[in-house]
């Protein structure tokens, strides 16, 4: 069964900048970072594929940058000129490559202060 295992949330102010990272553990495919806002309901962020095909949510764009390094079976979120309306828990998202199956990380909480 993967694992996933996610760090690097926080609280910062408008115009900052954190990365997000999730380690997972198996045979992975897809990897991906969602959030969800109190609220709202939980939304793609960005997507990467394990020959780095990546996709965005048109509000991040120019902003995030997901990335991983296979070896490790980690990805990453460079975020960028953070807003408040960042603010969410971000989940990290994997496919396992054997199984098929999706898995969820714990979440981890963004707070961006205005």
């Known amino acids: 069964q993967v694992q996933l295992v996610e760090s690097g949330g926080g609280l910062v102010q408008a115009g900052e900048s954190l990365t997000l990272s999730c380690a997972a553990s198996g045979s992975i495919g897809s990897m991906a970072w969602y959030r969800q806002a109190p609220g709202k309901q939980r939304e793609l962020v960005a997507s990467?594929?394990?020959?780095?095909?990546?996709n965005y949510l048109d509000s991040v764009k120019g902003r995030f940058t997901i990335s991983r390094d296979n070896a490790k079976n980690t990805v990453y979120m460079q975020m960028n000129s953070l807003k408040p309306e960042d603010t969410a828990v971000y989940y990290c998202?994997?496919?396992?490559?054997?199984?098929?199956?999706?898995?969820w990380g714990q979440g981890t909480q963004v707070t961006v202060s205005s």
């Open positions: 998202n994997a496919r396992d490559i054997t199984s098929a199956k999706y898995y």
């Open positions: 990467i594929t394990r020959g780095a095909v990546t």
